[in-house]
Structure formats: C-alpha cells, structure tokens
C-alpha cells in the first residue's frame, strides 16, 4: 500500500507524491498551502501523460477544485487530488497501468504502467 493506493478518487503513497512531484517540477500545478492549481504550463506535461489539457481545466462550478494539495500518511509529503488528480487515477486505471487489489485501496503497477510513467516521469523516481 506504501507504494500505491487510492485516497478517495486519487493516486496516493509513493507513486502518488512522485506524480504530484513531476507535474510541480514541469510547472504544471502549484501548490499554496492547502490551495492548488493547474497553470497554463499543464499542457504538455499532461499531454505526454495521455491527458487533453483542456480537461483538466475548468472554470465551471464543481464540487471539488481543478486541484489541491492532500498529505500523504505514508510518504508525510503531499499528492494530488481534486479532479486532476482524479482525472490522471482514472487515465491510469483505464490505460491498464494501474490495477486495483481486490478488497483493498492498494493498486498494483503493471508492466505497461511502469514503462508509461518511467516514459512521463524518467527514470529517477
């Protein structure tokens, strides 16, 4: 589980905080405080990942935001949720990269997927 798992709707544990990692240092997200969002920079970063940019940008009203900081109880570091980080679970999940464990919040990291996030993030983390 200290690897991957759900946190409600989004990636969270190791693999959770290295996405969130890599979508700050591309200057895709920015986190202030318990605040975050998407800055026009997202675009190729969630490109290279699969995602439509435009996505993952809103301005219309919902009941989460774009995204937002959540701490990780197993890494003490932040991941990403709100619909971002929503989106980029079900982008996972749906690419076959991600397997959920059955009765479990952990998700496994399948071969595809691991070669699909080295692709997005290289291979230091």
Same mark, same amino acid.
Not at 11 to 23: F, H, K, R
Not at 52 to 78: F, G, H, V, Y
């Given at each position: 589980?200290?690897?991957?798992?759900?946190?409600?709707?989004?990636?969270?544990?190791?693999?959770?905080?290295?996405?969130?990692?890599?979508?700050?240092?591309?200057?895709?997200?920015?986190? @202030?405080?318990? +605040?975050?969002?998407? $800055?026009?920079? #997202?675009?190729?970063?969630?490109? /290279?990942?699969? %995602? @439509?940019?435009? +996505?993952?940008?809103? $301005?219309?009203? #919902?009941?989460?935001?774009?995204? /937002?900081?959540? %701490? @990780?109880?197993?890494?003490?570091?932040?991941?990403?949720?709100?619909?971002?980080?929503?989106?980029?679970?079900?982008?996972?999940?749906?690419?076959?990269?991600?397997?959920?464990?059955?009765?479990?919040?952990?998700?496994?990291?399948?071969?595809?997927?691991?070669?699909?996030?080295?692709?997005?993030?290289?291979?230091?983390?």
């Amino acid at each position: 589980m200290r690897l991957a798992r759900t946190c409600y709707d989004h990636i969270a544990g190791g693999l959770g905080v290295a996405i969130a990692d890599q979508l700050l240092d591309d200057g895709a997200v920015a986190f @202030d405080g318990e +605040a975050g969002h998407v $800055t026009d920079r #997202a675009g190729p970063s969630l490109q /290279r990942l699969g %995602l @439509d940019p435009q +996505a993952a940008i809103t $301005t219309a009203p #919902a009941k989460s935001p774009n995204c /937002r900081p959540c %701490l @990780d109880w197993s890494e003490r570091r932040m991941h990403l949720a709100g619909r971002l980080g929503a989106m980029i679970c079900s982008h996972c999940l749906d690419s076959g990269w991600l397997l959920r464990k059955e009765g479990s919040r952990a998700l496994q990291v399948t071969p595809k997927g691991t070669l699909a996030l080295r692709g997005w993030m290289g291979n230091e983390r």
